[in-house]
C-alpha cells in the first residue's frame, strides 16, 4: 500500500476546496495515468478553472469504470488539531481534508494504473475524475454531454463515496430552488394597507412544513434510509432593510430530497402550484403579488436492485453480503441514468468523518479498498 499512501500525501497537499481551482491535482493525476498507458481526455469547466479527467486503458470495449470527485470542503471555521493539508499518519489514522471524502479512493485509483501494466486486460480500465461535486454534481452536469460520447457503456460502474466499503445500492435525489416573493413597499405605521413580500415568505415556509408533514405520513417510503420518506428543508429566508418599512421583496431558499419512488418533477409541479395559491389572496390588496420559483440545481437520485448483477459484482469484489443505501447524494445517479449499471462503494464513513474537523481514514479501510482494486483488475484481466 506503500504507492497508494504516496500518491494520497500528494493529493492531500492540492487544496481543492470548492472555490478554488483544482488545476494542479488534475495535471498531476493526467501526468501519472499518462505514464502509464492510459489515454486521458481532459473535460475543462466552462469558467477554465476547474478540470475533470476522463481515462482508458486497454482494448475497446464496455469494460469497467471508476469515479471520483477531486474537490473538497472547507475547513474554514473547523478546529483542526492537525493540518488539514497535510497527511498525517497517528496510528492508524491517516488525516487529512479529504481523506475520507474522497481522495482517499482517488489514491486507490491512481495507485491501480501502476499495476495495470503488469496485465493482460481483455477489456479497458475506465476512470472518471470530476470537480464541484460538493457544491450540488455541478462538475458532473457541465461535463456529462462530453463524457457520456466518451465512456460508452461500461458493464459496471463503482463510485467510490465512503460507505465503509459496503455496496450503496440507492440514495435520494435532490433539488435546491429559490421561491422570490414580490409584495409593495410602505410606511410600517400603515403595514395593514399594503402586502409585505415577508408574509408570502413566511406563508410559502408554512406550506412547506404542510407537505412535508403529507409525504411523510402518505408518501413513499424506504425503510433503508434513516429518514425514510422524502423531505423539505428551508435553509435561508432574506428580506427587508428596514423596521419602519414594509418589504416589498423576499427570498427564500430551500430544497427537497426525494425517494426513487416520489417523482422529482411531480414536486417541482406541486410546489409551483403551491407558490401560485400562496399569493393568491394578497392579489386582492394588491395584483402584483406572486411567487416565482426559481430551481437552481438538481441531481437525480439511485435506486438499484439488490438482484441486478451490478450488485453481485459488487458485492464480490468488496467481499461483502449485505448493501445499503446512503443519506447523501452522489454522481452515481448521473452514470445510472445514462443505463450504466452503477452503485457506491468507497473506503471511509461519511457519517463520522465526512466534512468534519480532523477528518481522517483508517489504513484499515484504505487497504481495503486497494484488495478492491485489485479485483477488479483480475476481473477485467485475461
Known amino acids: 500500500m506503500s504507492e497508494t499512501l504516496t500518491i494520497l500525501d500528494r493529493l492531500i497537499g492540492f487544496e481543492t476546496v470548492t472555490n478554488t481551482s483544482n488545476l ?3 495535471g498531476y493525476a ?4 499518462k505514464a502509464r498507458g492510459f489515454r486521458v481526455t481532459r473535460l475543462p469547466s466552462h469558467c477554465g478553472e476547474k478540470l475533470g479527467l476522463y481515462a482508458e486503458i486497454g482494448p475497446a470495449g464496455d469494460g469497467v469504470m471508476l469515479s471520483a470527485h477531486t474537490d473538497v470542503v472547507p475547513v474554514e471555521g473547523q478546529n483542526w488539531s492537525k493540518p488539514p493539508f497535510r497527511l498525517t499518519q497517528d496510528m492508524d ?3 487529512g481534508r479529504g481523506t475520507t471524502d474522497m481522495k482517499g479512493y482517488v489514491a486507490s485509483m491512481l495507485s491501480l ?3 495495470v501494466a503488469a496485465k493482460d486486460l481483455r477489456e479497458p480500465l475506465k476512470m472518471v475524475l470530476s470537480y464541484d461535486e460538493e457544491i450540488g454534481c455541478v ?4 461535463m456529462l454531454e462530453r ?3 466518451l465512456i460508452g457503456q461500461p458493464r459496471a460502474c463503482f463510485v467510490g463515496e465512503p460507505t465503509e ?3 450503496a445500492v440507492g440514495h435520494k435525489g435532490k433539488a435546491a430552488l429559490r421561491a422570490r416573493c414580490f409584495g409593495q413597499s410602505g410606511h410600517s405605521a400603515l403595514a395593514p394597507k399594503f402586502v409585505s413580500a415577508l408574509h408570502l415568505a413566511t406563508d410559502m415556509v408554512a406550506e412547506l412544513r404542510t407537505i412535508q408533514t403529507t409525504y411523510e405520513q402518505n408518501g413513499a417510503r424506504d425503510l433503508a434510509y434513516s429518514v425514510p420518506f422524502t423531505t423539505f428543508h428551508v435553509g435561508t429566508l432574506n428580506g427587508g432593510t428596514a423596521l419602519n418599512i414594509v418589504p416589498d421583496h423576499a427570498e427564500l431558499a430551500f430544497e427537497y430530497r426525494h425517494l426513487a419512488a416520489d417523482s422529482g418533477k411531480k414536486i417541482l409541479t406541486e410546489i409551483e402550484q403551491m407558490a401560485r395559491s400562496v399569493a393568491a389572496p394578497f392579489r386582492a390588496r394588491y395584483p402584483e403579488a406572486r411567487i416565482e420559483i426559481e430551481q437552481y440545481n438538481a441531481y437525480p437520485g439511485l435506486d438499484v436492485s439488490p438482484n441486478e448483477g451490478v450488485t453481485a459484482l459488487a458485492q464480490k469484489l468488496a467481499q461483502t453480503n449485505e448493501t445499503t443505501k446512503v443519506a447523501f447524494g452522489t454522481e452515481a445517479g448521473f452514470f445510472s441514468e445514462l443505463g450504466i449499471p452503477t452503485v457506491v462503494c468507497g473506503p471511509g464513513s ?5 466534512h468534519k474537523p480532523d477528518e481522517y481514514l483508517s489504513l484499515s479501510q484504505l487497504a481495503a479498498c486497494d484488495a478492491m482494486m485489485d479485483r477488479i483488475l483480475d476481473d477485467i484481466s485475461s
Open 113 to 115: 494504473a501502476d499495476r
Open 139 to 142: 462538475g458532473m452536469q457541465e
Open 30 to 33: 493526467e501526468n501519472h495515468l
Open 24 to 26: 494542479e491535482l488534475a
Open 147 to 149: 463524457l457520456a460520447p
Open 165 to 167: 466499503m459496503q455496496v
Open 93 to 95: 489514522r491517516l488525516y
Open 350 to 354: 461519511m457519517e463520522g468523518q465526512g
